[in-house]
């Protein structure tokens, strides 16, 4: 699946990774700061052989960052695991803690960048520094089907992590793309699930859902 020669690593960095200066530096202060979160570079969260993997974008500071867990204790993840309970993509309920006993079905969140940018935007080379991980992500889940990106950065990630031209699969809300190779995935677009994309109504419930409802119709028929 790499689309390049670099040396296989773990799917998750080490929670000292410290290759992006910037990020460390952040992290470093939000260590001071807040001796008792997380504040280390979030690992994956879900099932052990998924069929869906779902792309963020990086994790919020209050959220992932604190908790340790994808969106978890963001304004985004109550969206996001409320669509995935709803679709029966997740089990249990969710309490934004990383202790509340939520399970991932069939379904694996990852992020395009593990560690807490400032301001939410990690820069170009941090994306980079941190594509051996969407990589290795990717080659530990040999049953993968689809894969949700959430936002244009995780669109433009994933592929340029694969290899393909971005111009070949435009980004937009919606839209879904059947990506070549020797195993096909079906990728799906959405807005991503942020406060600022729902309190805008640039992304709604229900349209969120209705990309939910077709990943699981694509999953279903596929069994
Ligand atoms: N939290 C995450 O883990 N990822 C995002 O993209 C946003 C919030």
Known sequence: MSS???PPCAP???LTCAVCPRLVGLRSELRA???DWFNAPVPS???D???LLIVGLAPGMRGANRTGRPFTGDY???LLFETMLEFGFAEGAYAADPGDGLTLRQALITNAVRCLPPENKPTGAEIKACRPYLLATLDQAP??????VLGRIAHDTFLTALGMRKSAFPFSHGAEHTLPGPRPLRLFDSYHCSRYNTNTGRLTPAMFKSVFSRIRETLDREV
């Open 4 to 6: 390049d020669n670099q």
């Open 33 to 35: 700061r807040h001796p």
């Open 143 to 148: 049953s993968l089907a689809a894969v949700l």
């Open 12 to 14: 998750d960095p080490p």
């Open 76 to 78: 985004a993840g109550d």
């Open 49 to 51: 052989d998924p069929r």
């Open 45 to 47: 969260f879900g099932a």
